[in-house]
């Protein structure tokens, strides 16, 4: 599972230390695999935080404890939400092999939104 956040800030340093500390709240969580924060080389003001997870349980469960409630969560309510931030993995690389992952998503998972798992409330 993979987590993409993406941010529009002039104020890098202020910005770089809250997302260090959420970086450090989340890799102690179980299944948080790896962390990234990218600057842009294009616009200076344009980052992109990337946060590996072992599963979306293990992302569900990242995000559950109570400090990484109140530092994480609003942090990454600042991103840009023009854009679609969770991910699953279909092919991971590396030197000499790349894996196809099974996608866990549901067949009508196009067809079906969130909180409609028993059938949508008007026809579409």
């Known amino acids: 599972m993979l987590l993409i956040a993406r941010f529009t800030t002039a104020d890098a340093e202020p910005f770089i230390e809250r997302v260090r500390v959420a970086l450090e ?4 969580q179980p299944g948080c ?7 842009s080389t294009e616009a200076a003001d344009g980052w992109v935080l990337t946060v590996e997870f072992a599963s979306v349980s293990a992302y569900r469960r ?5 400090d990484v409630r109140t530092h994480v969560i609003p942090l990454l309510a600042e991103a840009d939400t023009t854009e679609p931030a969770a ?5 991971e690389g590396q030197p000499g ?3 196809h992952h099974v996608s866990l998503l549901a067949a009508d998972a196009d067809t079906v939104r969130l909180g409609e798992a028993a059938g949508p409330t008007t026809a579409r």
């Open 33 to 39: 695999q790896r962390a990234l924060l990218a600057r």
């Open 25 to 28: 709240l989340l890799l102690a």
């Open 62 to 66: 990242a995000l559950s404890p109570f």
């Open 97 to 99: 092999e790349v894996r």
């Open 87 to 91: 991910y699953e993995v279909v092919l």
